[in-house]
């Protein structure tokens, strides 16, 4: 059965303008995969097909055959548009909330008493999203640390350029603070007279946005005395999640911190590190 919409589209199978076949989708799982580590499991289906039909669009292509066509061509100009449009980005400041209650009150005391020579901190925000997380951090280490005597540094990265140019810019919707309380919101955001709320330079001045593919080389080598890497990994099989807890091992400092998302554990992934509870860790 074809339909016409009232943009003069023509739609099949059930009402879909672009027809996406099992085939097709296992292509599309495959490549998703072999680039980034993800596993699109079938209930992820209709999330793709809408995210990947803008891109078909965008194209100026004619079908998801069409598609599959270009992103299994080597050298193509669409996998960074492609993997962009497959990574989930959901964020907010001061998410899972406890992770940062921990993080003021008990891992910047241990690091103020165990880095005293070196008055040096460094921190990562693994799959930073838009930039919450990383703005979150700046704030923390502002509130409780001396940031203007030491060499304190967060790096930011993500595997979505999108999400990072967002994170550099530090510009959100203001309903983005509303469970913010007031003093925080004074201390640390600006706003712009509109609907928008950007954070303030001196938390910017922390932190540097890098894009990265967590599964390729690493740029930096550490050492880093805490890694965030929340709701990432749950995306990964259980080998991609071994290499990549060994590979945070390696750059984590002994007894540097880790903290992971609220549905994932290391049970059976890694014997690096010992739990704190609630998902937080601490390098052996």
Known sequence: MVAVSAKNKVTTHMGREFPMSEGNFKLISDIAYKLTGIKLSDHKKNMIYS????????????????????????GNDEMTDFVNAITTNLTAFFREA???????????????????????IRIWSAGCSTG????????????????????????????????????????????????????????????????????????????????????????????????????????????????????YAQVLKPGGHLFIGHSENLHKVSDEFESLGQTMYRRL
């Open 98 to 120: 406890h992770h940062f209650v921990y993080l003021q009150n008990v891992v910047f005391p241990y690091l103020m008493k165990n880095n005293s020579a070196s008055k040096r």
């Open 132 to 247: 919450e997380e990383p703005y979150t951090l700046a704030i923390c280490a502002k509130e409780k640390l001396p940031v203007e005597r030491w060499d304190i540094k967060i790096l930011a990265t993500d595997l979505d350029t999108n999400v990072v140019e967002h994170g550099k810019r530090g510009e959100y919707d203001v309903d983005r603070i509303e469970d913010l309380d007031s003093s925080r919101k004074k201390r640390w955001f600006l706003k712009d007279g509109g609907e928008q709320v950007r954070v303030k330079p001196s938390l910017q001045e922390l932190i540097t946005f890098k894009p990265l593919n967590l599964l390729n080389d690493w740029p930096m080598k550490g050492p880093f005395d805490v890694i965030f890497c929340r709701n990432v990994v749950i995306y990964f099989d259980k080998d991609t999640q071994r290499k990549l807890f060994k590979r």
């Open 51 to 74: 995210r990947l039909s803008r891109r078909i669009r965008l194209r100026n292509l004619q079908s998801f055959d069409d598609y599959c066509k270009l992103i299994s061509t080597p």
